[in-house]
């Protein structure tokens, strides 16, 4: 591989939706910044000899002749986000493309996935093109702002060329940084991913009546907020008796109208979203929310909705391709790698139901991610692209 090269292009993204804060990036799905890196990593694609192709979703593929190995990950970003986050995917995977080439390696296609990040649904990108959502499904998703997916989708019209057949692709291999901290806490620089945990993620509303802050006795209010903060608590305690330690959940987002500061809210949009390797106890936890959400509504006489309950299975990598990226971490890093479970999301997720899947990460430096502070060693990075070039080699 060319470290230099790599790290040039990898910065380069990164002027894209600069935040202005450390490194940080503000490229969410189909904005302005997202469209023109996009239009530059079509560029790099077809200079490094790649056929460039983008479907309706703007998932925009750098195709090597067929049949190839797909590798790559997304270039959009969270609403404040990294600008490791995805990118290190695409840039890495373009520099294995190119390097491959040079040495007469064997062929690999790239890929930068559409809305990973979730602005409208959950890796909204690659879940339609492997099938998981149909289009038209997907069309009808909105952002917290209420745009239709379908409306944003007209702003990358002018790069579509149409569908991509999975049946071209090998295998697909997405190298991502942690974007937690076991590896930072280990000092090892190398996770070979195991499995990827699933997630269950829904929009929920709270509606009681809004009304003068100041003149409304506690007993006769109708308070939106006060009903998520009820909810919150009791949802909390609840659980408790279902999750491991490695669950999560999260009110990420929450929306409350009208927003002001002596109004009684009267109504609270929220997003509400769980995660767990076993998919019996995230439809546990599905009844639980729904339960308490209902219980909550009906003690205080407010209207309840629920939005369409996303979701992605938990899937565990594939061992042919596992195996070779582990080689390639020992010859790499010998006795500074560890095989390890994501806790966070990925396109793999998705791919593995049209071909076999693998992933690689490098540690993230304090553990945090989606958040402008994101960052990884150089020296890491360029260790991931290493272990990549060796695992194909390996495959081959
Ligand atoms: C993807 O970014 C996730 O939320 O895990
Ligand atoms: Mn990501
Ligand atoms: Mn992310």
Known sequence: MNA??????LNHLRSFGASGVGKGVVRPAYSEPDIAARKWLAERFAE?????????????????????LL???????????????????????????RSSRETGGPAISVVSFQDEEGRFGVTTGSAVWAGHLSLAEADLLTDHAGIPLVQARHAIAGM????????????????????GPTLDQSGEQIGVVTDIVGIRDMKMTFEGQQNHAGTTPMHLRKDAFQAVSAFNTALNERFRNVVTPSTVWTVGHLSLHPNASSIVPGKAVFSMQWRDGDVDRLSRMEQIVRNTAEEIAQERDMALTFGPLLGLEPVVMDARLRQALMRGAQDIAPGEWREMPSGALHDATNVSRLMPVAMLFVPSIGGISHAFEEDTDEADLVAGVSVLVRAIRHLA
């Open 4 to 9: 230099e090269r790599f790290l040039n292009d």
């Open 48 to 68: 490094a000899g790649l056929r460039v192709e983008t479907d309706e979703m703007g998932n925009l593929f750098g195709l090597a002749d067929a049949p190839s």
């Open 71 to 97: 590798m790559g990950s997304h270039s959009d970003s969270q609403p404040e986000g990294g600008w490791l986050d995805g990118a290190l995917g695409v840039i890495a995977a373009l520099e294995v493309a």
């Open 160 to 179: 579509v060329t149409g569908p991509v057949d999975a049946t071209q692709f090998q295998g697909f291999i997405e190298l991502h940084i942690e974007q």
